[in-house]
């Protein structure tokens, strides 16, 4: 761009010196060119020319390729490694010759099914990409630049994604013992006239959780006009006074759920949210229509119908919780209790020890995060895995521990 500049300013210094028909021709040929340079393609919106070109979350892939290495255990996403139920991959290999075919625009016969789970009309839910894509549509519907926007210092970045490429002004309250701070929260979305809340329960990245009279009790001081996003994506995992009794025509609130975490599909992208009818319809004013593959949608209704094989995963993650805390202890580590399928440890000192430790972990093989922010940075957070997994894990920790130490 420079070298079309100088020429340029030499063309015009010549049609200075001369009245040449050609070189006025020839200057207005370099400053097309000049304008070409100069301009942006694509010509970007302002908000997304000064958003950072950074995403949520590095996947587990991208650091193989990085290390031109397989990791032996990946216990660092939070998916459920025992799988789906046998219903749900029997419908993914029965309806994978359909694939020709788009999925229901509508998730119709999903939402009627989980209507009938949560006894609530077809009406009150509405089918995403997984609680990532719900989330988007959400922040989508409900911020323009410079509006406010409430979330826990630490908690689900995705959300902050969003946020900020919607323009949101986003208001971060700090965890309090390791758990969100409902009361906190509140008060400072009345502080801000924010128009969203984002709250975990259980929550990620710590697995801690709020007792659901707790949050109903909370939710008197929201203020006027706005939303409260409750994302339960591990609820399934949680103790039953997890879930808050909250009225479906309850126009304040908005559900998530996804079959991602208990219903071990996180490759599908299956979540859904419920809430009061007008909320609901107004997701199709915005919403990806053909979002959902066929197949997936098949799988999950599939997989609502088994209800022992959900039963016997729950039993499969505490005993893997169990599997965990014991790992953690008997390396002197003291674990978070979790009402998830993954466990936040405590490394025992600061959050540079935390990434020596995070650093050496995945040296030896071992995929696994750790929160982001100060004092839960100092865990690292592992997900329940099969037996190999955690034999993999229980021989790599002492290892990593020593190499951090030094």
């Excluded at 761009?1 to 001369?18: A, G, P």
Aim: charged share 25%; with cysteine; aromatic share 10%.
């Amino acid at each position: 761009m420079l070298q079309c500049f100088f020429r340029t300013f030499r063309s015009l210094i010549k049609v200075f010196e001369s009245n040449s028909y050609e070189l006025i021709i020839h200057l207005i040929y370099m400053i097309y060119l000049l304008y070409l340079n100069v301009m942006t393609y694509p010509r970007y919106t302002r908000l997304v020319s000064d958003l950072p070109s950074t995403v949520p979350f590095v996947g587990p892939e991208s650091q193989e390729r990085e290390r031109k290495l397989l990791f032996e255990a990946r216990l660092g996403a939070n998916e459920n490694m025992f799988g789906p139920s046998p219903k749900a991959l029997s419908a993914l290999k029965k309806y994978s010759s359909e694939q020709w075919m788009y999925g229901d625009p509508t998730s119709f016969e999903l939402r009627c099914a989980l209507a009938e789970k949560h006894e609530v009309s077809h009406d009150n839910i509405v089918v995403g990409e997984g609680i990532d894509g719900l989330l988007g549509y959400l922040v989508r519907l409900l911020i323009s630049e410079g509006d406010h926007v409430v979330t826990s210092d630490g908690a689900y970045p995705t959300f902050n994604y969003h946020v900020g490429g919607f323009g949101g002004n986003l208001h971060k309250v700090p965890y309090i013992d390791d758990r969100e701070d409902i009361v906190s929260l509140i008060r400072k979305a009345n502080s801000t006239n924010a128009k969203l809340i984002y709250f975990a329960n259980p929550d990620n990245p710590m697995g801690t959780y709020l007792a659901g009279d707790k949050i109903v009790q909370a939710l008197k001081d929201l203020p006027e006009g706005c939303l409260f996003i409750l994302d339960e994506a591990y609820s399934e995992f949680a103790p039953a006074s997890s879930l808050p009794k909250i009225e479906i025509t309850d126009a304040r609130v908005v559900r998530l759920r996804t079959f991602s975490k208990a219903y071990g599909m996180a490759g599908a992208r299956v979540g859904y949210a419920m809430a009061e009818e007008n909320l609901i319809k107004s997701f199709e004013k915005i919403r990806n229509h053909f979002g959902m593959n066929r197949s997936a949608q098949k799988a999950a209704f599939e997989a609502l119908s088994d209800n022992q094989w959900l039963l016997e995963m729950v039993q499969k993650v505490e005993n893997g919780r169990q599997r965990i805390y014991k790992i953690a202890a008997e390396n002197n580590l003291k674990s978070i209790t979790s009402a998830t399928n993954f466990v936040a440890i405590d490394c025992g000192k600061d959050s540079n020890f935390a990434k020596k430790v995070l650093k050496e972990l995945i040296s030896l093989g071992i995929f696994v995060r750790m929160p982001f922010v100060s004092p839960q940075d100092r865990c690292v957070r592992v997900s329940v895995g099969k037996k190999r997994d955690l034999d993999r894990f229980e021989k790599a920790l002492p290892t990593a521990l020593a190499r951090a130490s030094k």
